[in-house]
């Protein structure tokens, strides 16, 4: 079992839609990371979080600690919001940890 | 533009050579990172620098090694290069140890 999953593995939206995508890990964090990766390879960190709800335009993410588990939420869904979205723990070892990604697709 | 700046963009090299990335990390950021991202592995935590001194270590192998220097730029060094070496070389940068961090273009890494 890997230590940080995500689902769904790939998601296809039409622009406009209400989009989740789901982060699962196993071990104890210090912190939790949501990063996209654009077609091209860039990555950009979206949120950094530890506890709670962090809101950054559309994007919204969710953490339960007790649940080991986040929720990255995107609002009116935009093709150019098509991107791999990776979810990354900081575990008490100081090591990262990443999710295999999830492959957003959005549509117009 | 994550002002994080990585060269080579692109590298290509034979088996057994020696290559050094480099990273410039954001004005005013005091913490480096260094990730590998290959196809069958997916993106993996390789090492840390906190101003100048090595912060935290992940799944860097002992062919690879790192360091920060005074001026806060990195070089991530590879030696006795592998075909599976071949991979994008990520740097990224943060103000402190545990904040949010900015990631560089990558350099993409061939082993011929």
């Known amino acids: 079992k890997n230590e940080v999953e995500q689902s769904p593995q790939n998601l296809t939206a039409q622009e406009g839609e209400f989009i989740t995508i789901n982060c699962s890990y196993s071990?104890?964090?210090?912190?939790l990371h949501w990063l996209q990766q654009h077609p091209g390879g860039g990555i950009v960190s979206l949120f950094m979080?530890?506890?709670g709800k962090k809101k950054h335009g559309r994007l919204i993410a969710t953490i339960n600690i007790q649940e080991k588990h986040s929720s990255l939420h995107i609002t009116a869904s935009h093709p150019r919001d098509s991107a791999v979205y990776i979810c990354?723990?900081?575990?008490?070892?100081?090591?990262?940890?990443f999710g295999p990604g999830t492959r957003l697709s959005v549509l117009p | 533009d994550s002002g994080v700046t990585q060269t080579p963009k692109h590298l290509i090299t034979a088996t057994g050579q020696r290559v050094t990335l480099r990273c410039s990390p954001r004005?005013?950021?005091?913490?480096v990172y260094w990730y590998q991202q290959s196809l069958d592995q997916g993106l993996q935590f390789l090492i840390q620098?906190?101003?100048?001194?090595?912060?935290a270590k992940g799944n860097i192998l002992e062919r690879f090694s790192a360091q920060q220097f005074p001026d806060l730029h990195s070089e991530l060094n590879l030696s006795s290069l592998e075909l599976g070496d071949s991979a994008l070389y990520f740097c990224?940068?943060?103000?402190?140890?545990?904040?949010?961090?900015?990631f560089g273009d990558g350099t993409r890494l061939s082993i011929l």
């Open positions: 990224a940068s943060s103000p402190a140890v545990n904040q949010p961090q900015h």
């Open positions: 071990v104890g964090i210090s912190a």
């Open positions: 979080l530890s506890s």
């Open positions: 990354a723990v900081r575990d008490y070892g100081q090591n990262f940890v």
């Open positions: 004005s005013g950021d005091l913490s």
């Open positions: 620098y906190y101003n100048g001194e090595e912060r």
